[in-house]
């Protein structure tokens, strides 16, 4: 296998250096092509080329698109009976990070590719998406149905990028529409394709990208769905090899057995004819190993705060959490890390939706996968029932933990009922709720002893507030 050990080296930084040997993107390194013959229609006795021949990554599969029809020209019918390749792709060759060649994907409209005579005579049969458009030259790990794609493709584009601004498209389209076959993963659990590129747009702002699907058979309905992924649409600009990284995310707890790796020439809303990508060295490294997950990650909300609760399946050192507003993107929130739950968020807006991600953090470079939910904040005093749905999103804005309130639930684990205690003989407000929100009991207490009565085993949060302060606590009744 062809690596310098500058660029070996530089695939453990881009991992972390976290345990990795990397799964082979076959023909990752473009040093194999394959050669495929044009094609001719006759015209009033004459030949005409509709395309010429061409060459493609080997391995590397591309869109095309059918024409199957006889237009009329001059009189004469002229059958057109083809699928057209929708790709400009050339070896790079020179000084290139991996072995002799890298793979140059440029952007075309469709006038480059065929000959005029012959677009002009299928123009009215194609689809203006094709004849009207500039097209980026794509490359996939698996087949791709480009009449379906195509505006696919253009809705992603028009995202910010990361995965969850992908993720409603992805969500709202049948991926076995548009894409099939992939890179067999069997155990492999991706983490990031990284690799080396180059880029020239045509006019200025234009930019390449990548984008990964993880996708997994359902054998109920002999379908393929979206389990995961991840883009980079910031291959922009530069006349040197730079390094690059693509990070896979799952959306849930499925991994994936096959993994779509998507290579454009132009991924912005700016696509620019001529702009070109150069790509070379694509190696797929394994997700970090992991610790336990968070389980039954909760939030009970109220106008300025909320009560964050959550379990784990092992033991862990401590827990990382992300938040911000609704839809934040992942890096951009807040980040702490706590010891141990529940946790008051507090300062929170009222009447305003936030996002949170939790994850177990066993070492520096080791951790488990993001547990995730939204919430809502009242609107007034009213505390309503309410129920916390997880979802795949990621965040909230300004978090903190309450100073130490001195008070005392006893037992706990309890069996059936418990005691709170407030130093002091300070009056409280005692607010108990169930993990999915549910107020249970309320109690205004003078700063008497308290006993709670609770309803069925389980896990409760109470919320206690007094004159300097809410705390939360976790009740187990057993």
Known sequence: MKKSITLFLLGLVLTGL?????????????????????????????????????STPSVWDYPSYPVNQTVSYMGMNVNINTSVPLIKATPETGTVPDGNKAVKLQTFMLDD???????????DYL????????????????????????????SLMSGSGDLLSMLPTLLAADVNEYITGGLALGDFRPGRLTGSYKYHSA????????????????????????????????????????????????????????????LFSSASSNRQQGSYLCLDNLMLWPAPDTCADVTSLSAVPDIHEALLDWSVTDAVDSFAIEYGLEGFTLGSGTALTVLNPPLLLSDLEPNTTYD?????????TVYGDWSTLWFTTLADTTVVDT????????????????????????????????????ADNRPADLRLYTLDGRLVESIATDGQPVVLE??????FLLRATTSTGTTAYKIVSQ
């Open 18 to 54: 976290r345990a990795q040997v990397p799964m082979t993107v076959p023909n990752g390194s473009f040093e194999q092509w394959s050669d495929h013959s044009g094609y001719s229609v006759t015209v009033i006795f004459m030949p005409i080329s509709v395309y010429d021949a061409f």
């Open 113 to 123: 590719i065929i000959n005029p005579t012959v677009l002009s005579l299928a123009g």
């Open 127 to 154: 689809d203006t998406s094709l004849t009207q458009q500039v097209i980026p030259s794509i490359l996939s790990t698996g087949a791709i149905n480009i009449s379906s794609f195509i505006p696919l493709l253009y």
């Open 203 to 262: 006019v200025g702002g234009d930019n390449g990208g990548v984008l990964l699907l993880g996708t997994r058979y359902n054998s109920t309905t002999h379908q393929r769905n979206i389990v995961g992924g991840g883009m980079n649409l910031a291959l922009t600009d530069t006349n040197l090899y730079t390094p690059f990284e693509a990070e896979y995310m799952p959306l849930g707890n499925l991994q994936p057995d096959s993994l779509v790796i998507l």
């Open 356 to 364: 949170v991600r939790v994850r177990s953090l066993c070492t520096d």
């Open 387 to 422: 129920t916390i749905t997880d979802t795949t999103t990621v965040t909230i804005q300004a978090i903190k933990q309450s100073g130490n309130q001195a008070i005392t639930v006893a037992p706990n684990p309890a069996k059936g009922r418990c005691t709170v205690t407030v």
């Open 454 to 459: 609770l309803p069925w085993r389980g896990v």
